[in-house]
């Protein structure tokens, strides 16, 4: 059976929010539901959802992001992790202004993207690395994702 445009970009990117959930889990990260995340910092370890209502938008929209996660010494702050995946020509590219906008104005929390695929308009790949400041501290494709949580970074 073959998958159709948005049905395909919506099943290579749950495949990649699934890598990252598994690198989360395998670094001791416990998955809690978005409502009790806040509040399960109490247990004072490493935690992690995805789906979470973060902010409103630079549009004063509710926000989701992919995944937040806390750590006692790492992240007691929270970190944010996006993840972007394009395997085909659309617009995800074109949605990075957006994603950076958000990140800079509205995001309580730094945050990393984490890209999949490799079918990007030409620049945006490298425009969106070039963003990088103290809200969007890195732009990282899989592998060098697994490469920065093997460090100890998450």
């Not at 972007?84 to 994603?99: A, C, H, R, T």
């Not at 490799?118 to 501290?137: F, H, I, M, P, T």
Request: net charge neutral; with cysteine.
């Amino acid at each position: 059976m073959m998958v159709q445009g948005g049905s395909t970009a919506n099943y290579t990117g749950e495949q990649l929010q699934e890598y990252i959930f598994l690198r989360l889990t395998e670094r001791g990260y416990t998955h809690v539901p978005a409502k009790r995340f806040i509040a399960a910092h109490i247990l004072g370890q490493p935690i992690f959802t995805d789906e979470f209502h973060l902010c409103h938008s630079i549009y004063n929209n509710p926000l989701k992001c992919d995944f937040v996660i806390y750590h006692p010494q790492k992240w007691a702050n929270n970190l944010v992790i996006e993840a972007k995946w394009q395997q085909s020509k659309g617009s995800v590219d074109e949605k990075y202004p957006y994603n950076v906008l958000n990140i800079n104005n509205c995001y309580p929390y730094p945050t990393i993207i984490v890209l999949g695929g490799s079918d990007y308009k030409g620049g945006a790949e490298k425009w969106l690395r070039c963003q990088v400041n103290d809200k969007l501290l890195a732009v990282l494709n899989m592998e060098q994702f697994a490469a920065w949580a093997n460090k100890g970074n998450i």
